[in-house]
């Protein structure tokens, strides 16, 4: 048994072959995917080694570029519940309805798992100096696990992002910038300053160990599923990064064997009508994706009119036998108040979205209600005091 099962970076665009050993970050301007000797994963694991490990993100590690012999940043990244939906379920006519609740994670949001790893990776190769985009969670993540790894952090984030997402990225020691834009604004900064400040670009897809973290959403599902999969997954989409991860994730769990399943979900990309590029280009059969003007939408995480990884996304999607669809933005608060109050989870906006979605397929028949279904909740209500917050009346007593 070797420490680690990595064979190489392969580009998503031309499959050119990288060397995973040295610091990478894209080929051709898009991302790169990590590969494993899969053969040989299934021949020196087997799958019931996992029951006595520890419930975190780490117990996959062979699946990981860590590893066993790299030693990962952690903050305690536990196994996230899946929890069993009744009274939304009966909402929307279906009999089996579950939310993985990745609010549980540190920081409160799926962000702890790419950064996770992708800070681990940085320190590994020796990097003292990270900078990135946010329009949300990412950059808070990012500097928590940057000052656990003792790494310098420098975040640039819209000056209408979620004002907790603002504060976090401080307390955690980055060097915070707001700007006046969206992420693709930030993301441009951060790149102009590639060759000057001398930082790694820790965007989105812009280098290839955050989607093995997020990665990890697919894998744990499964397990905790007893190794059969969900008939249809909803997931709100930004970046994508989660979705093409637990896609790549069920594709190598196939090929080494480990699933009981005979079919693979259909993957939902969800994103708001305020912000829906993903959507457009899927629904005029395009590869790529168009920027989308104008974006706007409450649901801050899904505010990426352009995503590096837009045909990957789309490639999984259509792949799956799934669908990009759009809640209408007039109605996430809504959604977002109604599946908290039907079930006591901290429902997003971005995963309100995928609840309003979901009712759009089950009128359309997409979604039947023997389907099981799973919807991923990104992150805690809590800290979208913008989307939430409500006036609430005075008692006085008679």
Not at 169 to 190: E, M, P, R, S, W
Not at 269 to 294: H, K, L, M, W, Y
């Amino acid at each position: 048994m070797t420490d680690r099962y990595v064979t190489h970076l392969e580009s998503a665009i031309d499959k050119t072959r990288l060397d995973p050993n040295v610091v990478q970050s894209m080929h051709k301007d898009r991302p790169l995917w990590v590969r494993y000797d899969l053969d040989q994963i299934e021949m020196d694991v087997p799958r019931d080694v996992l029951r006595s490990r520890p419930a975190s993100m780490w117990k996959f590690r062979e699946l990981l570029p860590v590893g066993n012999s790299i030693e990962p940043v952690s903050l305690g990244e536990q196994a996230t519940p899946l929890l069993s939906c009744p009274r939304l379920a009966a909402r929307f006519g279906l009999k089996n309805l579950l939310v993985k609740d990745e609010s549980h994670l540190p920081g409160g949001s799926f962000k702890s798992r790419g950064m996770a790893m992708a800070i681990s990776m940085a320190r590994h190769f020796g990097i003292r100096r990270v900078a990135l985009p946010t329009a949300g969670n990412a950059g808070g993540a990012a500097a928590a696990y940057a000052a656990r790894a003792g790494i310098e952090c420098f975040v640039f984030m819209p000056k209408d992002t979620p004002i907790v997402n603002q504060y976090e990225c401080q307390l955690f020691g980055a060097k915070t910038y707001l700007v006046d834009g969206l992420i693709n604004d930030c993301g441009k900064i951060v790149r102009q300053g590639i060759e000057s400040m001398g930082w790694f670009d820790l965007s989105t897809l812009k280098e290839p160990y955050r989607i093995e973290g997020k990665k990890t959403m697919g894998l744990e599902l499964a397990e905790q599923l007893n190794w059969k999969l969900p008939d249809v997954i909803l997931y709100p989409t930004g970046g994508g990064t989660g979705l093409i991860g637990m896609w790549k994730a069920f594709q190598e769990l196939q090929q080494i064997g480990w699933l009981e399943s005979e079919t693979m979900p259909r993957m939902i990309s969800v994103q708001s009508s305020g912000c829906a590029p993903i959507v457009r280009a899927f629904d005029t059969g395009e590869q790529f994706a168009e920027p989308f003007a104008n974006a706007a939408t409450i649901a801050s995480g899904l505010r990426v009119p352009v995503a590096v990884g837009d045909f990957m996304i789309l490639d999984a999607v259509r792949e799956s036998g799934g669908v990009a669809i759009a809640a209408e933005e007039s109605g996430i608060v809504s959604w977002t108040q109604e599946a908290c109050r039907a079930e006591g989870i901290a429902i997003c906006p971005e995963t309100a979205c995928c609840f309003a979605a979901l009712e759009k397929l089950v009128q359309q028949g997409r979604i039947e209600s023997s389907d099981k279904v799973v919807v991923f909740n990104t992150g805690a209500a809590q800290k979208y005091v913008e989307a939430i917050r409500c006036d609430l009346p005075m008692w006085e007593p008679k």
